[in-house]
C-alpha cells in the first residue's frame, strides 16, 4: 500500500509560480515506482503532465507543459515536487500525484494508469 499526500496548491496571478509538493509513504522504498502528476480542469479530461522513475530519474513531460512545468524529487525526504511558473488561466485545474509500480513508461503516462492516487490539490489562476 502507498499513501500520497499533496500540498501547496492555491491562487495565483497569470504569470505567476507554484510549487505542489506530493508526500509518500508505504511499500514504495524496495521497488521501482514510477511517480507522476495529472490534473483535471473542470468540465474536462484528466491530462498527463509528467512522470518519474523514482529509483532512476529520467523524466517525461506531457506536451502542454513542456518548458513550463519540472518535476523533481526529494528521495531523503520522500517528496515528488511540480513546480510550476509562468502560470497562465488555462492551467486552472484539480492537480494530482499518482504511483505505480514499476518502471514509467509513455503508455503508462497516456491512460493515467496508476494504482495510487493522492487527495488532489486545487490550483487557480487568475488573469
Known amino acids: 500500500q502507498v499513501q500520497l499526500v499533496e500540498s501547496g496548491g492555491g491562487s495565483v496571478q497569470a504569470g505567476g509560480s507554484l510549487r505542489l509538493s506530493c508526500a509518500y509513504s508505504?511499500?514504495?522504498?524496495?521497488?521501482?515506482?514510477?511517480l507522476g502528476w495529472f490534473r483535471q480542469p473542470p468540465g474536462k479530461e484528466r491530462e498527463g503532465l509528467g512522470i518519474?522513475?523514482?529509483?532512476?530519474?529520467?523524466?517525461d513531460y506531457g506536451d502542454s507543459v513542456q518548458g513550463r512545468f519540472s518535476i523533481s524529487q526529494d528521495n531523503a525526504k520522500n517528496t515528488l515536487y511540480l513546480q510550476m511558473d509562468s502560470l497562465k488561466p488555462e492551467d486552472t485545474a484539480m492537480y494530482y500525484c499518482?504511483?505505480?509500480?514499476?518502471?514509467?513508461?509513455?503508455?503508462?503516462?497516456?491512460?493515467?494508469?496508476?494504482?495510487?492516487w493522492g487527495q488532489g490539490n486545487q490550483v487557480t489562476v487568475s488573469s
Open positions: 508505504g511499500y514504495i522504498y524496495s521497488s521501482h515506482y514510477c
Open positions: 518519474i522513475n523514482r529509483r532512476i530519474g529520467g523524466i
Open positions: 499518482a504511483a505505480d509500480k514499476g518502471f514509467c513508461s509513455r503508455s503508462k503516462f497516456v491512460r493515467a494508469d496508476f494504482e495510487y
